[in-house]
């Protein structure tokens, strides 16, 4: 088995970027839309970032040559990881990750442990650590603060052996005192069983967990409200309107590629039609990419419409502009 390893920038960070590694090591798995097992390299933050304009695109590599010899001793670490679980034969993309959290970054391996308090893991092990946008991190701020206030009022801190149904329910219900709307109530809950969930993940502790010890009448069900922005006849008047200007044709398309596949705007021009076929031969097109905000591999299809509107554009995206 041979490992194969590449680099490039993450998109759509202001300064310096993190260096992304995709490990692939012959690692396989279905691919729904070609109906076949296909191999899945695994990207992994090495712990270096660049600017933009110091990054070789060409040689995928920075110029600065003190970071590009950084980068291959990384790399060296890498490949001796990698021979390592070969060896020991546990070579699986949680095996790999978990081996260079620990060799690369210095995180403690997963350890069995009495307690920790949940807010210091919050603060420590998710917001400093994780390698998402800041965005993504608010919610898990805005619980450690409601925690806090929390503990505040029953004087004692909340440790993992310390939580139970009666603590918990206590605190969503003084959420539920606090925020006017059920959704907000709910958005706190599903964060706070995310926490828990990296917690039993990281560490070997049993501790008690809202969605599997809570009765249904206690869980707390986010309200759906249909909003509609756009009917049918609004996205017709927008498929039969002829723009004047390039720069209303780019707008257009846009708005198109926001309305047929549902992507995010940060994503939006990453949408790129690629023919794939079916099990009867027949031919469909799809987009494959890797989302900004959670860096999540995603697949949508493209619908006539928006082919056509592709077709109209010679086949690319659309052009980026400011928000």
Known sequence: M??????ALKTGVKGEAPIIASLNFGY??????????????MRYYIGIKSHKDEWDNVAKKPFNKSKYAELLKIEDQIINIFKYLEHKKDLTPETFKSELDVKLKGKEESKIIQ??????FIRNEIIKTKDIKSESLKPYTGLANKLEKFE????????????????????IDEAKDRLSK?????????????????ITRKYKITLFNPSVDLVQKDKI?????DSIYLNFEDIAKILKYQPETDCLKNTKLILLTLLFTGCRESDVYKIIPIEGV????????????????????IVVPILKPLHDAFIANNNLPAQQISQ
Do not use: C, H
């Not at 041979?2 to 680099?7: D, E, F």
């Not at 079916?278 to 591999?297: M, V």
């Open 2 to 7: 041979k490992l194969k390893i590449s680099y």
């Open 28 to 41: 396989k798995e279905f691919d729904i839309l070609k109906n076949e097992f296909v191999y899945k390299p």
């Open 115 to 120: 307690r920790l308090r949940i807010v210091d």
């Open 152 to 171: 505040e009022k029953i004087g004692k801190l909340i440790y993992t052996n310390d939580l139970t149904e009666e603590l918990y329910l206590q605190f």
């Open 182 to 198: 059920i959704n907000g109530v709910w958005a706190i809950q599903k964060t706070f069983k995310a926490t828990i969930n990296e």
């Open 221 to 225: 069900q986010a309200v759906s409200v």
């Open 278 to 297: 079916d099990k009867k031969g027949e031919k469909f097109l799809y987009a494959r990419y890797f989302s900004l905000k959670t860096d999540t591999e």
